[in-house]
Every structure is written in C-alpha cells, then in structure tokens.
C-alpha cells in the first residue's frame, strides 16, 4: 500500500466552515499529490509537493491550499468549503526511481 | 490542453470473454502512459509503458502503447467476475518541477456469469 495513510476517512461538514485534510506517508517519498475525483470527470489534481516547503498548483487548485512542513505530511485545505467541493480526495505518492504515483486510500468528504 | 479520452465508457461481459479497452492522449512532454484498476476505492496501479510496440504482460492483462497514433489497448482476457472495476488510463508528462498524471475518465467494465 505504499505506506500511506489519509485522515479523515470519512467527513461530513457545512458550507463556509475550513476543513483539512491529512496524507501521511511513511517511507520518505519527495514527491506528493492530491487529486479529488467526481462522477464524469475522473482524476483531477490539485495540487502536489515536490518536497518539503515546495508545493505548485495543478488543474482544479481554486479554493484549495496545501502546506508540506515534513516530508511525511501533506495537508490539503479548503480554507471556506463549498457544495462543489463536495468529492472524494486521494492522496498519491511518486515512488522514487519509478515514477509510478501510487494511492492512498481516500477521503469521502460531504458539503453541506 | 492534455487530454485522455477512454473508450468505451462502459462495458458488459460474460466470463470467459475477452475485451480490449482504449486509450488515446494528447499530451505535451509525454513521459509514459499508464494503466490502473478501480474497484471502490483507491487506484490500483497496473502497467507503465513508456516504449512503442512492447507488449507488457501481467497474467491475463496486457497492455501495449503506441507513441506514433498516441493511443494504449488494455486487453483482459478469459475474464473473471473478479475483473469488474473501472479502468483508468493516464498519462505522465514531465514538468520543471515534478512529473503530473492527467487521467481519463475511466471504462467501466462489468462481468457477468
């Protein structure tokens, strides 16, 4: 599984309110990303982490902030969440020497 | 703008049958395509292909790419129930600062007994 964790696992939350939400990775990996993914219109990115303090935007970054202070940690924030952000969000990883990205297990998160 | 278009959307199968799902990209700074299986949660990773023309294997799937039409067949044959996921297709371009997937929508595969 690559050694990576999300949490929450499951959130419910109301329009307006910020949410966090936490990858955790074991094995020392550069790279991370998050992407959300909705019926229709498959994996999207978000944003992504080529190491620590180093992040970039991807294709949907609007309304999203991310922040990497360790190489374990990705937090991805939706500062003032929204019904659109409605989705459930994984967490990959590039394993080093393979570019292959690799998965975590996934955050279900609802806007109220 | 990169694009991955996955045919068909959605596919019916008995088992035993064999089908072939398709890929085809349009990407700047193509790195590799690759090949992943869904089934309720996270994706799982398949295949990598980066070479033209070499087939790769993985007991009853098979994968190969072609860089001069741009465009990837996954083929599954002899198929199981077990195989009923969505199937996604990506491809990886490089960038100054890390590699990027930009995904297709997926082919729903279904196998019936």
């Known amino acids: 599984d690559a050694g990576i964790t999300q949490s929450p696992r499951h959130k419910v939350t109301e329009t307006g309110t910020p949410v966090t939400l936490r990858c955790h990775q074991t094995?020392?990996?550069?790279?991370m990303y998050w992407y959300r993914q909705d019926p229709g219109h498959g994996l999207r990115l978000i944003h992504y982490?080529?190491?620590?303090?180093?992040?970039d935007k991807g294709e949907v970054s609007d309304g999203y902030s991310v922040s990497r202070s360790k190489t374990e940690d990705f937090l991805l924030t939706l500062e003032s969440a929204t019904s659109s952000q409605t989705s459930v969000y994984f967490c990959?990883?590039?394993?080093?020497?393979?570019?292959?990205?690799?998965f975590g297990p996934g955050t279900r998160l609802t806007v109220l | 703008e990169d694009k991955v278009v996955q045919s068909p959307l959605s596919l019916v199968v008995h088992e035993g049958d064999t089908v072939t799902l398709n890929c085809s990209y349009e990407v700047t700074n193509f790195r590799s395509l690759l090949w992943y299986k869904q089934e309720k949660k996270a994706p799982t990773f398949l295949f990598m292909l980066t070479s033209s023309g070499i087939e790769k294997k993985s007991g009853r799937l098979s994968s190969i790419l072609d860089k001069k039409e741009l465009f990837s067949i996954l083929n599954i044959t002899a198929t199981q129930t077990g195989d009923s996921a969505v199937y996604l297709c990506?491809?990886?371009?490089?960038?100054?600062?890390?590699?990027?997937?930009?995904f297709g929508t997926g082919t729903r595969l279904q196998v019936t007994l």
């Open positions: 990506a491809v990886e371009k490089s960038t100054g600062t890390a590699s990027k997937l930009t």
């Open positions: 094995e020392n990996h550069r790279y």
């Open positions: 990959a990883i590039n394993i080093r020497g393979t570019d292959t990205q690799y």
């Open positions: 982490s080529y190491g620590v303090k180093d992040t």
